[in-house]
């Protein structure tokens, strides 16, 4: 999968909610009512992660998830950071976390 120029992350930014570019990753911070909350969306991100093959970095805080996605094997952003993007937007809408 080859890697995104910036004008196509620029646009496709545009279509995802709270998403951020920068240091070639895009980025989004979640929040949660309880730490539990955020530690069960991981859980459930990592599957689906896992069958993309393609891992976010995540910092765990007190009621907050930061995600970042890259290729670090491309060095920067493909279509499929946007696709995991996109999936964990799906998994926290669809969760049953309440949001603060």
């Not at 970042?68 to 999936?87: K, P, Y």
Request: contains cysteine.
């Amino acid at each position: 999968m080859s890697l995104l120029s910036k004008t196509e992350i620029k646009k496709k930014i545009e279509t995802l909610e709270g998403w951020n570019y920068t240091n070639n990753s895009i980025y989004k911070e979640y929040t949660f009512d309880s730490y539990m909350d955020g530690i069960q969306y991981v859980n459930q991100l990592a599957v689906k992660a896992e069958e993309n093959n393609h891992h976010p970095d995540i910092f765990v805080g007190w009621c907050e998830i930061n995600l970042a996605f890259t290729s670090h094997d491309h060095g920067g952003v493909t279509q499929l950071c946007f696709r995991m993007a996109q999936e964990a937007d799906k998994i926290f809408l669809r969760g049953n976390f309440i949001r603060s």
